[in-house]
């Protein structure tokens, strides 16, 4: 095979086989922005502010904070909360630490065993609330197969009761004189 003999163009530059392409440049913005926004928002509007923790505390209002104590396992975990954070004060106090770490040591340990204590509650919550509802679904299969049941004794009732009829008319067709006349006498 001959070399190849082409005259290089003059108004393409050379590249020698050795050198990569150059990579394409770097783009200044993401992909996913539009004109007027950032790269969190799709409309292309500026994104507003975002919420704070007291904005968000503001919108619940009064009424979540004054009934806090009526929701189902509240009460138990505070007050199993207050017995070991008044076991972990006195901890930190019979081994002779200071004031200031053993009421951290209470508040720490009132606050871990309340969350722990809470979940734990709502966690055998579910539990129970799903065991009521395959109670229910039971129920409700149990009670659609008794009235299963029940309908198909009524329907072998009355097709016994139908049955007992017939045989009843055969019985009283069979001793009339016209059953013994068709049975017994032969014309031809």
Same mark, same amino acid.
């Given at each position: 095979?001959?070399?190849?003999?082409? +005259? !290089?163009?003059?108004? +393409?530059?050379? +590249?020698?086989? +050795?050198?990569?392409?150059?990579?394409?440049?770097? !783009?200044?913005? !993401?992909?996913?922005?539009? !004109?007027?926004?950032?790269?969190?928002?799709?409309?292309?509007?500026? $994104? %507003?502010? %975002?919420?704070?923790? @007291?904005?968000?505390?503001?919108?619940?209002?009064?009424?979540?904070?004054?009934?806090?104590?009526?929701?189902?396992?509240?009460?138990?975990?505070?007050?199993?909360?207050?017995?070991?954070?008044?076991?972990?004060?006195?901890?930190?106090?019979?081994?002779?630490?200071?004031?200031?770490?053993?009421?951290?040591?209470?508040?720490?340990?009132? =606050?871990? =065993?309340?969350?722990?204590?809470?979940?734990?509650?709502?966690?055998?919550?579910?539990?129970?609330?799903?065991?009521? /509802?395959?109670? #229910?679904?039971?129920?409700?299969?149990?009670? @659609?197969? =008794?009235? $299963?049941? #029940?309908? $198909?004794?009524?329907?072998?009732?009355? %097709?016994?009761?139908?049955?007992?009829? %017939? #045989?009843?008319?055969?019985?009283? #067709? /069979?001793?009339?004189?016209?059953?013994?006349?068709?049975?017994?006498? /032969?014309?031809?």
């Amino acid at each position: 095979m001959a070399d190849d003999t082409r +005259q !290089p163009d003059a108004s +393409q530059p050379s +590249q020698s086989p +050795q050198s990569p392409p150059p990579p394409p440049p770097h !783009p200044k913005t !993401p992909a996913n922005t539009m !004109p007027g926004g950032s790269a969190h928002t799709a409309g292309g509007t500026p $994104a %507003e502010s %975002e919420l704070s923790y @007291v904005d968000v505390v503001r919108t619940l209002g009064p009424e979540y904070y004054l009934n806090f104590h009526k929701r189902p396992c509240v009460r138990d975990s505070q007050l199993t909360g207050i017995a070991a954070g008044f076991v972990g004060g006195s901890v930190g106090a019979i081994v002779r630490r200071p004031v200031s770490v053993c009421s951290n040591w209470a508040v720490l340990s009132w =606050v871990g =065993v309340s969350c722990a204590s809470y979940q734990y509650c709502q966690y055998v919550r579910s539990k129970e609330k799903d065991g009521m /509802r395959m109670a #229910r679904e039971l129920m409700d299969k149990k009670r @659609v197969s =008794v009235e $299963a049941k #029940r309908e $198909a004794r009524k329907r072998a009732q009355q %097709e016994q009761l139908r049955v007992e009829e %017939e #045989r009843r008319a055969e019985d009283a #067709r /069979r001793k009339s004189w016209g059953y013994w006349l068709e049975k017994n006498v /032969r014309f031809w």
